[in-house]
């Protein structure tokens, strides 16, 4: 399986990881949307929220805590979206789970 977000979250490619631990990596979004446009993705691949588990619960809190952690280190913790979309007709392009962060100034 060639997985675009795969590869980027295991450093396959150039850009840029903003900040990374075991579980998940942030990076910008490259069409940003918003004057701050980060993706908060898990190196565990899962396609989307309706693949979720019960054991992804942990995984799925720290996404959020860490959206938190990046709003406040980008400075727009006064204005913020946290953003998934779910299947096609909602938007996803990539199928692998991931969070976004669009912040306002
Ligand atoms: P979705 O529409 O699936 O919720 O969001 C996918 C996001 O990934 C889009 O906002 C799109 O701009 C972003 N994206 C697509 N390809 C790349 C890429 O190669 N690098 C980065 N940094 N973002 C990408
Ligand atoms: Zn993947």
Aim: net charge neutral; charged share 30%; aromatic share 6%.
């Amino acid at each position: 399986m060639d997985c675009l977000f795969c590869n980027i979250v295991n450093g396959k490619t150039d850009t840029e990881i903003l900040f990374e631990n075991e579980n998940l990596a942030v990076f910008k979004d490259i069409h940003p949307k918003a004057p701050v446009h980060l993706l908060i993705v898990p190196k565990k691949h899962i396609e989307s929220i309706n693949e979720l588990k019960e054991s992804d619960k942990g995984l799925l809190g720290e996404m959020i805590l860490q959206a938190g952690e990046m709003a406040k280190k980008s400075g727009v913790e006064k204005g913020y979206r946290l953003i998934f979309n779910i299947g096609k007709k909602a938007g996803q392009e990539i199928d692998h789970i991931h969070l976004h962060l669009l912040g306002f100034k």
